[in-house]
């Protein structure tokens, strides 16, 4: 028995269109009645998942621990490590003289393992580190400043520094970030948005610090902010929410004081992404998708900055992701980040041309990580490399000789099992050309229980990668599929426009028609099909479970999206309405209304075993969509088939304990085992 939810004759009138709402009453996180559903829902999880499977090898396969790609100031460098067994990764600095020493251990400073690292920047020359963090998943970083040398504490907490760039200025004294407006500046619930850029001068109050724009502007507004090398080059961009277009403005800083600067339009109310890199040679370099969709890297003058040619043209297949300078050479080079249907390489061009010389290699089919050099010149470059069998490493190539090697493995030491990896070309609804990475046993024979993975939106990219529950799941003897689908990233922005607003039909259809292929092709069959999404994944297969659900026998949607009705009003919703439309606009209204997961919950459908995953911190999507639709799935429901709902307190959306990672990926994949047959 599902524990009782109370349905009310809730009926809204948005454009003429009646739109019930029978469990609004659960957008209350604090009322005793959403308490008392929630504590029947967890002991109803309790009964009907345990025991738990695949715990223990997940966390073995996660023995590897991590690395991240070092970054260069000065003569010292900083990187990230997670340590076998470590909760946290911990973020350590390279002395000149080879000491290594860790700098910010979160496990230090929160014991209990809920405080996360969300962002780090070292100044120019390697002195002083700017970092983030944040407590029990709420993402609202506060900033501090330390020194490197000591270690010792300089300022903070800074408080409503989410999602702040920190651009130092040489020297160390000063530097721009955003910062939210006070609270008691702006409407209670517009206080997540307000962003601004300000100055702030090395031991000052904040209170001193001077706005530099953004005022006026839209309040769902984000900025980026970064200044040259040299320090002569200010550069703000401002994009409204997740919109993938953005303004951008230039400043010469040796013209106009740092306080005010005298700020330059290179474009504004323009249809595209551009990003500004300040070249030690003097030349502007361009990274645009402005009339090319997968990207092209342009030169300018920087005191023409609207006036472009291009340097490394559009590819016809690859997505242009990333470039690095190495310029201490007789004949400097360009190294260009691409990534072909969602598989990373490498390509190295002669600077002054664009002429491309020959590629750098690399360890195999998969992703590649950000291109880091150092910023002084050189001729080495360093890049993080993982697949679906290889833990994240970092591999370092020298120009001069032309070869890479391995600089940094993952510390720890797995048995990898042996898994198959290919690449499926299927096609969709109306015609188009997908593709999915499908791995599996070595020796499938037959169909197999098989999780089909999608994301499908934000122009984000599914890439592989080495995923500990992944190979659990594969070694069990079960396949498991990530699909490409529009509204993704994998084959440039066009790619992402077919899957958004009006388009985001275009990503269910394409998820349909994986989960086709892969019945059709003998993989799986739908009585062994599960799927999993998260955020705007767990609206993909909400919208599909609600579309197709004799397609499929088990889904985990886990912080999803799905009264897309009202999602505006929760969390950063507002700051999406610029990927999915806005209720408010009647065309738009008819978008969302077409597939809003919650609203096409049917009675007597027998729909698959399905369980929401959701984290009582979420500040980006709220937990109420999970809870309203697992009401409504468990009210309407014809079949015998689960409806839970797994509630989980102090964590959020993002970076979590490793503990707790182990603990919801074993959750996850014993739900999908035992209602896929595996």
């Given at each position: ?6 349905r ?6 948005l ?26 829902q ?30 260069w ?15 946290h ?11 290594e ?32 963090i ?5 993402e ?30 040489p ?41 530099i ?63 500004l ?17 997968r ?8 005191a ?61 089919l ?26 994240p ?24 099992p ?138 985990v ?16 919703g ?57 009401a ?19 964590v ?27």
């Amino acid at each position: 028995m599902y524990p009782t939810a109370r349905r009310e004759e809730l009926v809204d009138d948005l454009h003429g269109t009646p739109v019930p709402d029978p469990y609004r009453w659960l957008e209350d996180p604090d009322s005793p009645e959403t308490q008392g559903w929630l504590l029947g829902q967890e002991a109803l999880y309790e009964e009907q998942v345990k025991p738990q499977r695949f715990r223990e090898r997940i966390e073995e396969l996660l023995q590897s621990g991590s690395v991240g790609v070092p970054v260069w100031r000065g003569e010292r460098y900083f990187f990230s490590r997670r340590m076998p067994g470590q909760e946290h990764a911990v973020y350590y600095v390279v002395d000149p003289d080879g000491t290594e020493r860790p700098l910010i251990d979160p496990m230090r400073i929160d014991p209990s393992g809920l405080t996360t690292l969300d962002a780090v920047q070292p100044d120019k020359e390697g002195r002083l580190l700017a970092y983030q963090i944040s407590v029990g998943g709420d993402e609202e970083s506060v900033l501090y400043l330390i020194d490197v040398a000591t270690g010792a504490r300089l300022e903070g907490p800074i408080d409503r520094c989410r999602y702040s760039p920190i651009a130092w200025l040489p020297g160390g004294e000063a530097f721009y970030y955003v910062r939210r407006l006070p609270g008691t500046e702006v409407p209670e619930n517009e206080r997540q948005f307000h962003r601004r850029v300000y100055l702030h001068r090395v031991g000052t109050s904040t209170e001193d610090d001077v706005m530099i724009f953004g005022a006026g502007l839209k309040m769902t507004n984000y900025y980026g902010v970064s200044v040259s090398r040299d320090g002569r080059w200010l550069q703000i961009s401002a994009s409204e929410g997740t919109a993938p277009r953005n303004d951008l403005w230039v400043a010469d800083l040796t013209a106009s004081p740092l306080d005010d600067p005298d700020l330059v339009v290179v474009q504004e109310g323009v249809d595209a992404q551009t990003g500004l890199h300040f070249g030690r040679d003097g030349r502007l370099y361009v990274h645009t998708d402005r009339g090319a969709p997968r990207g092209r890297i342009c030169l300018a003058d920087p005191a023409e900055p609207q006036v472009w040619r291009d340097l490394i043209p559009e590819d016809a297949e690859a997505v242009l992701s990333d470039f690095a300078i190495l310029d201490d050479l007789t004949n400097p080079v360009m190294l260009v980040g691409w990534t072909r249907h969602a598989i990373s390489e490498i390509s190295v061009h002669r600077l002054e041309d664009g002429e491309r010389l020959g590629e750098v290699p690399t360890p195999g089919l998969g992703s590649i990580g950000g291109i880091s050099e150092r910023p002084e010149g050189g001729y080495e470059a360093w890049f993080g490399y993982t697949d679906n069998t290889t833990p994240p490493t970092i591999q370092r190539y020298d120009a001069r000789t032309g070869e890479t090697t391995l600089w940094a493995a993952s510390p720890g030491a797995v048995d990898v099992p042996p898994v198959k990896t290919s690449q499926a070309v299927y096609t969709s609804k109306d015609g188009t050309e997908v593709r999915m990475l499908i791995i599996e046993p070595v020796d499938r024979d037959g169909p197999r229980p098989t999780i089909l993975n999608g994301y499908g939106g934000f122009g984000i990219s599914m890439t592989p990668g080495y995923s500990a529950s992944i190979l659990t799941w594969v070694e069990a003897g079960g396949v498991y599929a990530i699909a490409n689908l529009r509204g993704g990233g994998e084959e440039g922005e066009d790619w992402h426009r077919a899957g958004m607003l009006g388009n985001k039909q275009n990503v269910f259809d394409d998820f349909h028609a994986a989960a086709e292929h892969l019945i059709a092709t003998g993989v799986t069959t739908s009585a062994q099909l599960g799927i999993s999404g998260g955020s705007n994944g767990g609206l993909l297969v909400g919208a599909a479970l609600t579309q197709r659900p004799e397609l499929y026998a088990a889904v985990v949607c886990s912080a999803p999206l799905l009264d897309m009705v009202r999602y505006e009003l929760f969390g950063l919703g507002a700051t999406w309405n610029v990927e999915y439309g806005s209720a408010n606009d009647p065309e738009a209204f008819g978008w969302l209304w077409s597939y809003s997961p919650y609203h096409h919950v049917r009675e007597g459908v027998p729909y698959p075993a399905t369980l929401f995953t959701v984290f009582q911190s979420d500040s980006r999507v709220h937990p109420l969509h999970a809870w309203k639709m697992c009401a409504a799935l468990q009210h309407a429901s014809g079949g015998s088939r689960p409806v839970l709902l797994r509630n989980e307190t102090e964590v959020g959306h993002g970076a979590r304990s490793l503990s707790r990672t182990i603990d919801l990926s074993a959750d996850t994949l014993t739900f999908l085992a035992r209602n896929t047959g595996l």
